[in-house]
């Protein structure tokens, strides 16, 4: 499976949780590129980037000054 199928299917598997879960999907973007998904749910944005597209965006330095946040009260196991 090439990279843009394995993206695509990251997402696709993302979006379909979120949405049996009664979170559908605000926005999607990039999808026809292949490089990069971007998934907004509103209450949380999903990046599935290839290697090339997550350095050029680099969005770790975007985000180095947030402050983490603590998800192990709302995260569940299925």
Excluded: Q
């Amino acid at each position: 499976m090439c990279i843009r199928d394995r993206i695509k299917a990251l997402a696709d598997v993302c979006e379909k949780t979120l949405k049996d879960a009664g979170e559908p999907p605000h926005h999607v973007e990039g999808h026809r590129g292949g490089t990069w998904i971007l998934l907004d749910f509103s209450s949380v944005v999903v990046h599935i980037f290839n290697e090339e597209a997550r350095e050029f965006y680099d969005l770790e330095r975007l985000w180095s000054d947030a402050a983490p946040v603590d998800l192990s009260g709302v995260l569940t196991e299925n």
